[in-house]
Structure formats: C-alpha cells, structure tokens
C-alpha cells in the first residue's frame, strides 16, 4: 500500500476515534456497540480502495437521540460532511444482462394480468435493466441477505393491486430460496398471509385502494363508471385492526382516485370528484387525496401499541400514451427512458408531493409517540419505464380474453422489481438504526 495512503488513512481513523471519544463521554451505554461497527466497518472493508458507507451511518438528531450537546453536534455535522452520502432513488436505468432473476415459469405467484411473457409479449430486452443511482451502487437484490435481515420479522402491504403487484414481485424474487405457504386467516383473496417457515418471516397484504373507509355508491356498475362513497375521516378497519403487530407497514394508493367519487366528512357529504352530480360540488381529485393519506397516517398514529416502521412507496406513474385509458391508449415502448427525457410533473408531481407533504406531518407527530415513518421513493424511477407494463396482454386467470389497456400495472419480472432491492437497503437502514440506539 502506498505511504500516503497509509498516512491518509491514519489521520481518518485517529479523527473518528476522536470524534467517536467525544460522542461516548456523553452517551456511554451506546460505546460497546459503536466501537464494535467501527472495527468492524474498517476491518471487512480493504483499505487500499474507496470507502464507501450507506446512508443510514449518517448522522442526525434522530438518530442518535436528544442527548447531543450543541459542540458534539457540530463534530457530528463534520463527520457527516466526511462520509460519502447517496440518494438510490435518483439515478438512471442501465442495462443488466443477467436479469431476470425469476420467470413466469419460476414464480406461481404472478397474477395472469401481469403475466407478460405467458400472453406473447414478443420483446424481452424490458427485463434486462437495473437502477444505478447517481452517486453509487444499489446492490443485486439479494434473496439470502433479505431474509436475514427480516428473519422473525413481518411485512404488511396496505393499497390497491400495484401495492399486490409490488408483494408478488418480493414473493418472485424470494422464491430462489423458498417459497411460503399460505397462512391467511380469512378467505377473501384481498387480505391475504404468507407464511416463511425457516425463516419465521410473514408477508401480508391487506386490500385499501383508498386507505380510508370506501363502499361503492352503484354496485355492480361497469368497472370503470363505478360511483365510490369516501368517508375521508373514518379509519379503514379492515387493514389498521390487523397491523399492531407487524415490524414494517408499507403504505401506498393513487390510481383508484381517478374513479368517479362522493366525499364524506362527519357522515355528511361535502363534495365529490369527477362525480358528475349537478347539485354536489367537485371538490377535484387531490382534495380526497390529501385527506385520504392524512387519515391513514393519522391511524397509524393513533395505534398504542404499534411499534413498527411505516413506509411510503410514493406514486407509481401511469403510462398511456396515443389517447385516453379507454380510447385507443396503449404503452408498447421496449426501453427505458433517461432522466434527461422526461420529469415528474402536471397531476403525477402533484400526487407526489400530496403524499411528501403528508408524511412529513405525520413523521412530526409520530416522532413524539416513537412511531417511524420511511420514504421508499419509486416516482422517479418509474416514470423512466413505460415499457414496463402488461399493456393489451393482460388476462384474467383460465380466461383467454383480453382485457383493458393496462399502462398502470407492472409485468412480473419487470421494473417493479427494483422496488424490493429500494425495500431491503430501507430495512438494512433500519437495522443500523436500532444498532445505534
């Protein structure tokens, strides 16, 4: 090894053994296992190559609790100019010839309307890209590593089908190392349990394409014309009665606020969205949107004995192109686009940032009753694959008919794989977070 490297290295380990000194006067009873990451950080890492540490060893208040003084924070601050930051969900998408990691024929758990391959898509180039972040590398998702890191743990996926999309993607790519039985403990195929034996880990998803207590107004209209009654205040029981006990909660919904929809605050009607109604005022899509997230995270909150981590997974963006969903639209692009030919605005930007926006408020309230709340950011990303979904070749399952143009779900294997190798670099942070502590 180079001497200067040497002598680099040196004054960067005597100034985190400094800083680190300083840190331990005030906080002894985190010492033992600090000293422990940091031999352990410089031990498995070669010295002679770049050192690069994840996000979650940044330091902040919330982190490192209330007990920082303010000259012990300015060191801090200077750590944290030290070490290299990343941002994964800024970057591009760039080829990966060894994708996929799973087929059709692998995975039992792809639903016929993401089914691509099975129903002639004719281009497989879609599945061979991978996400680079701008400023380092997102790791292979690795199916192994996952497990150990949920081992004895639970996940619950609360929204609509693309929350069902995202669940069956995780269930495809852990299925290299097993696959889990079934451990619903209702029949209704829209609240359903999966069960990993060695690894004592569940997965769940819990069906809300609202968030918020919904009926339909018309029953058995046609599927798209359906009248949606939205009681924009009122929990939804059917997914906040059954997540206290789980470890990570990942929470999203969009596309179901497009529907034709009566709002209700205080069991009165205060307006609707795109309702058509002469004597009700549309309020416009956002408002219920705003006050949908608001309520769920306000559930959240309100549960005493929850002591998990919510995620957000921030809106999926739509891709039709050449007309409206129902009047000739279709997404039959091949391949990516770079970030340099498209950008998050108009409705999606502002979908996004009601969802931000929201969170945020809720992250200050539940940061006083120790609830934590996580952003899982696929926006940006998703909105550079329209080539990434079913299109005209989605089926109902044992039916060989058709169905809509489908620009809003995703194919299996696809895209919204790289949504769990976004999930296991989250929980791999929320591990180093609970170290800290």
């Known amino acids: 090894m180079p001497q200067e490297l040497q002598a680099s290295i040196a004054m960067k380990l005597h100034f985190l053994e400094t800083l680190i000194g300083k840190y331990f006067s005030k906080a002894p009873k985190r010492a033992a296992l600090l000293v422990s990451a940091t031999l352990l950080l410089f031990t498995i890492i070669p010295l002679a190559f770049p ?13 490192w609790g209330n007990n920082i003084t303010d000259s012990t924070a300015n060191d801090l601050g200077v750590f944290k100019e030290a070490i290299r930051s990343c941002d994964i969900f800024r970057g591009e998408w760039v080829p990966d010839p060894r994708a996929p990691y799973y087929t059709n024929t692998t995975c039992s758990a792809i639903h016929e309307h993401q089914n691509c391959m099975k129903y002639g898509r004719p281009d497989t180039g879609f599945m061979k890209w991978k996400w680079k972040p701008d400023e380092c590398e997102l790791t292979e998702f690795n199916p192994s590593e996952f497990f150990e890191t949920v081992r004895g743990k639970s996940i619950a996926f609360v929204g609509d089908s693309v929350a069902r999309n995202h669940m069956q993607s995780l269930i495809c ?6 696959y889990p039985v079934d451990a619903s403990i209702e029949s209704d195929d829209r609240f359903k349990r999966w069960f990993y034996t060695t690894f004592n880990f569940t997965i769940a998803a819990f069906w809300s394409p609202f968030l918020v207590k919904s009926m339909e107004a018309v029953p058995l209209a046609a599927p798209m014309t359906r009248l ?19 470890d990570y909660v990942i929470i999203s919904a969009g596309h179901w606020f497009f529907r034709h929809i009566i709002f209700y605050e205080k069991g009165k009607v205060v307006g609707c969205s795109n309702c058509q109604h002469k004597n009700i005022t549309d309020l416009g899509m956002y408002y219920g949107y705003r006050r949908a997230f608001r309520t769920a995270f306000k559930a959240i909150n309100a549960l005493q004995n929850f002591k998990g981590t919510t995620f957000l997974r921030t809106f999926s963006p739509a891709h039709f192109e050449g007309g409206l969903w129902n009047q000739g639209a279709n997404c039959i692009r091949t391949k990516p686009l770079k970030s340099t030919e498209t950008k998050l605005e108009g409705t999606n930007m502002e979908l996004y940032m009601t969802q931000i926006e929201e969170l945020g408020d809720a992250e200050r309230v539940g940061r006083e009753r120790g609830h934590k709340f996580r952003v899982i950011d696929t926006s940006h990303a998703m909105l550079m694959r329209p080539d990434g979904h079913p299109g005209r070749l ?7 008919v058709t169905l809509y143009t489908d620009c809003v779900h995703w194919c299996l294997p ?5 949504w769990n190798s976004f999930l296991l670099e989250m929980l791999k942070e929320e591990v180093g977070r609970s170290v800290l502590r």
């Open 51 to 63: 050192i690069k540490i994840h996000s979650f060893f940044l330091i902040n208040s919330s982190l």
């Open 173 to 178: 790519l852990l299925s290299r190392v097993e």
């Open 228 to 246: 949606f009654n939205l009681h924009l205040d009122t929990f939804d029981d059917n997914w906040i009665a059954q997540i206290e006990g789980f």
């Open 414 to 418: 696809g895209p919204i794989d790289s």
């Open 394 to 400: 989605g089926h109902w399952g044992e039916e060989n």
